[in-house]
């Protein structure tokens, strides 16, 4: 079990950026995929990116070319790299690990989850 920590969040504007952060503690952080996910409103919570230690890297079809995830291992931290964003990007962004070597898009395969951060992009 690890804890997460996301921070980064924000208002910007629509076609703007913004990188999230989350850092992990409390375990082998390394050993674990790191995701991303978000939820809006009334809506599922939805795979965005995940990656994995050895740069096996995953994203959801909607934010490829515009979302970037990337680690730092020895800061223990991973990072969603945001741009062009859109209105319909606004949710609350969590960051989730899991222990293992695949990068698996649902978010019942994770144990451990960070507590949000609120994108909101105006249009």
């Known amino acids: 079990q690890v804890q997460l920590v996301e921070s980064g969040g924000g208002l910007v504007q629509a076609g703007g950026s913004l990188t999230l952060s989350c850092e992990c503690s409390?375990?082998?952080?390394?050993?674990?995929?790191m995701a991303w996910f978000r939820q809006a409103p009334g809506k599922e919570r939805n795979f965005v990116g995940g990656?994995?230690?050895?740069?096996?890297?995953l994203y959801e079809d909607d934010v490829k070319g515009r979302f970037t995830v990337s680690r730092d291992n020895d800061k223990k931290t991973v990072y969603l790299q945001m741009t062009l964003l859109k209105p319909e990007d606004t949710a609350t962004y969590y960051c989730?690990?899991?222990?293992?070597?695949?990068?698996?898009?649902?978010?019942?395969?994770?144990?451990?989850w960070g507590q949000g951060t609120q994108v909101t992009v105006s249009s």
């Open positions: 990656m994995f230690r050895d740069g096996d890297i």
């Open positions: 409390g375990g082998l952080c390394n050993d674990y995929v």
């Open positions: 989730a690990a899991r222990i293992g070597a695949f990068i698996l898009t649902g978010s019942q395969h994770y144990y451990d």
